[in-house]
């Protein structure tokens, strides 16, 4: 009898609101999730991804704090309680550091210091679910290849301008890592001289020249601690202008049809962009092989989306 169906036996509005809310409920508690992570040189984002999209995106800044395993296991699962621990089926990991996927370690992140490190295992034994591990900007790339402003490209770079300079050369939709499998490292390649004040610092990796001591994340910290107004002008602008010989140097080895840049330094974009695009220019010899230069709009959620879907693949492996 349809009197004694759940919507025809005298239930109020507010009655039938609470069931419908009390199943939904019931329903997105049934929902397991991937746990998408993105461990960068100064924070951890999370976010849980259903398969489709993010959710509960979040953000930790630790600065230059010295983290490991056991600290950002204690964050993860401070999240997951806030977020009423929900059902997790397993979690990816992207790091600013090569990886050994099948051993699950972090081989070496200057940004960190860790060399070695089994930081899938203690992350694994703290949140008691399947962890894997993938070199961040290879998670990112992916997903700017097939979703963002490397979609319909045959051939092109992907750089990562944030604490740490990182890319990833992207050929029909493959990243393309060399021989060693460490063609993500731009960062820390010698390309300034020392005649550049910035680059005759030494850097993370203890070695002075790198890119990364004259356009990495840190530099821009202390300019903007330092500097006010004009000054603060003129360190953008010869920001910019580096930032154009590293991309000119890209371009002269690799000769790709564009390059896409992401990463937190790109919030700044309109303070470099000019005199990077002059500089890019300026310095690279076959104006004909300039390649288009374009800023990601997925921003952070390269990353996460990147590190869902490697969770949710691997799974399936
Ligand atoms: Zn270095």
């Avoid at 919507?7 to 009390?22: I, K, N, P, Q, V």
């Amino acid at each position: 009898m349809r009197k004694n169906t759940t919507w025809d036996c005298g239930r109020s509005t507010a009655d039938g609101f609470a069931l419908f809310e009390r199943t939904l409920w019931q329903a997105m508690r049934k929902t397991a999730y991937w746990l998408a992570i993105d461990i960068g040189g100064s924070s951890v984002k999370v976010a849980l991804w259903d398969g489709h999209r993010l959710s509960r995106v979040d953000r930790t800044e630790f600065g230059s704090a010295i983290v490991d395993g056991d600290w950002i296991a204690r964050l993860l699962g401070l999240k997951l309680q806030a977020w009423g621990d929900p059902p997790i089926r397993s979690a990816a990991v992207g790091v600013p550091s090569l990886v050994d996927a099948k051993h699950r370690v972090v081989v070496e992140s200057a940004n960190l210091g860790w060399r070695n490190y089994p930081l899938a295992s203690v992350l694994r034994k703290a949140l008691r679910i399947p962890v894997y591990l993938e070199t961040d900007v290879l998670l990112a790339a992916r997903v700017e290849s097939a979703l963002g402003a490397g979609r319909n490209s045959t051939d092109f770079v992907y750089i990562n301008l944030g604490t740490g300079v990182s890319h990833v050369r992207m050929l029909r939709g493959e990243p393309q890592l060399g021989a060693h499998g460490l063609g993500t490292n731009l960062g820390h390649a010698p390309l300034f001289s020392g005649r550049n004040r910035r680059a005759r610092k030494l850097c993370r990796c203890d070695r002075p020249y790198c890119v990364e001591t004259v356009i990495g994340g840190r530099v821009i910290a202390t300019a903007l601690r330092r500097w006010r107004g004009g000054e603060r002008h003129r360190f953008w602008r010869e920001y910019g202008e580096n930032l154009g010989i590293v991309l000119s140097c890209v371009t002269s080895l690799l000769d790709p049809e564009r390059i896409v840049l992401n990463g937190g330094v790109c919030a700044s974009r309109t303070l470099f962009e000019s005199s990077m695009r002059a500089a890019l220019q300026r310095h690279t010899a076959h104006q004909g092989a300039l390649p288009k230069i374009l800023f990601s709009r997925l921003g952070d959620a390269a990353g996460l989306v990147g590190a869902g879907l490697a969770a949710q693949q691997r799974a399936h492996e």
